[in-house]
Nanobody
Framework: QVQLVESGGGLVQPGGSLSLSCAAS????????LGWFRQAPGKEREIVAA????????FVADSVKGRFTISRDNARNTVILQMYSLKSDDTAIYYC????????????WGQGTQVTVSS
């Protein structure tokens, strides 16, 4: 089992920056891909970014490419989503998630953290 706890959400003005952190604990984390999803009001949950244990493989959604980056600190069991040039469309609940290497299903989820982009 993997436990995930997000932090760093809040209110930010358009064009601003915010960093989300996810602390992972529990099972052998090298066996998991870690990622970030978001869900805006009235919309389906969508993947934002993901990264493997060895850092060699990263995914960033087209909608945030060039503005968001994902990084992973394996020594601290933490995955970071750095967000720049935020837009009102980025307003959502952001969730940290984990899936076993080679699986298609994201099996572990954090409780989510609210990000609101508004002037």
């Amino acid at each position: 089992q993997v436990q995930l706890v997000e932090s760093g959400g809040g209110l930010v003005q358009p064009g601003g920056s915010l960093s989300l952190s996810c602390a992972a604990s529990g099972s052998t984390l090298s066996m998991y891909v870690l990622g970030w999803f978001r869900q805006a009001p009235g919309k389906e949950r969508e993947i934002v970014a993901a990264i493997t244990w060895n850092l060699r493989n990263q995914f960033v959604a087209d909608s945030v490419k060039g503005r968001f980056t994902i990084s992973r600190d394996n020594a601290r069991n933490t995955v970071i989503l750095q967000m720049y040039s935020l837009k009102s469309d980025d307003t959502a609940i952001y969730y940290c998630a984990a899936r076993p290497n080679g699986d298609n299903s994201w099996s572990h989820w954090g409780q989510g953290t609210q990000v609101t982009v508004s002037s």
